[in-house]
C-alpha cells in the first residue's frame, strides 16, 4: 500500500463522521439545542484526528513533496487543498465557540453552530473527492519508488511524534460510536486497520 491508499482509507472514516455531524445538525435545529456531549466527540475528532494528524500528512509531506517536484505552493492544486484546509479550520473553530452555548438552548449560537457545520461538510465533501480522484493520482503519477518510501516513512513519523499511544483506538471508538449513535453506516474498519499494520504495526492516525 502506498502513501495515498492510507489517506484515502483514512477518508472513509472522516466521511463517517461527516454524516453523523449531518445528523447531529439536522437534529439539533428540530431540537432547538445541541447534544452537547455528540457535539464535543466531533469536534474532537476533526481537530485532533482530521486535521491534526490526517493534514498534517498532507500539508507537511504530501504537499510539500509535490511542490519539491515542480508544484507551485502558491497556486495550482496544493495552494487550493491548503486554503480548503484553512477555510475548515474556520468552521470548525466557529463551531467550538458556538458548542456550550447551542447545547443550552441559545437559538443565536445554535445557528451559528449549524450554520458552520453545514459550511464545513459542503466543503470537505468534495475536497476529498478531489484529493483522491485528481490530487493523489497527480502525486503518484510524479513519485518515484524512493519517494514512496519516504513519505511513508515521513507519515509513520507523525504517527509516533505528533500523536499519543491509544490515538488509533480512541479515534477509532467515537467515530463508532457516533455512528452508533446516528444511525450512520460505517466504514469498514477492517482495511483502516490493515493500513496501520502496514506502516509498521503502529497504527495509529496512519490506520484510522
Known amino acids: ?27 439539533a435545529k428540530i431540537d432547538g439545542c445541541l447534544n ?23 500539508e ?21 487543498m491548503r486554503q480548503e484546509h484553512e477555510y475548515g479550520r474556520n468552521c470548525v473553530k466557529q463551531m467550538t ?16 453552530f449549524i450554520e458552520n457545520a453545514h459550511n464545513f461538510i459542503e466543503m470537505l465533501r ?4 478531489k484529493e483522491d480522484n485528481i490530487l493523489y493520482p497527480m502525486a503518484n503519477s510524479i513519485f518515484s519508488d ?3 518510501s ?9 504517527e509516533e511524534s505528533e ?9 477509532l471508538a467515537i467515530a463508532e460510536e457516533l455512528a452508533n449513535f446516528y444511525g450512520i453506516e460505517k466504514a469498514d474498519l477492517t482495511k483502516i486497520q490493515d493500513c496501520g499494520s502496514e506502516m509498521g504495526g503502529c497504527g495509529g492516525c496512519g490506520g484510522f
Request: with cysteine.
Open 1 to 27: 500500500m502506498n502513501p495515498t491508499k492510507i489517506l484515502m482509507t483514512e477518508h472513509r472514516v472522516i466521511e463517517q463522521v461527516l454524516n453523523c455531524a449531518e445528523e447531529m445538525a439536522r437534529r
Open 36 to 58: 452537547k456531549a455528540m457535539a464535543e466527540k466531533t469536534i474532537d475528532f476533526i481537530v485532533n484526528f482530521s486535521d491534526r494528524c490526517h493534514h498534517s500528512k498532507e
Open 60 to 80: 507537511t509531506h504530501l504537499f510539500r513533496m509535490m511542490e519539491e517536484r515542480g508544484f507551485s505552493p502558491f497556486q495550482g492544486p496544493t495552494a487550493v
Open 97 to 112: 465557540d458556538s458548542l456550550s452555548g447551542g447545547a443550552a438552548g441559545d437559538k443565536s449560537a445554535l445557528a451559528k
Open 126 to 129: 468534495p475536497h476529498i473527492q
Open 146 to 148: 524512493d519517494d514512496q
Open 150 to 158: 519516504e513519505l511513508m516513512a515521513a507519515f509513520h513519523q507523525v
Open 163 to 171: 500523536m499519543l499511544k491509544g490515538t488509533h483506538e480512541k479515534y
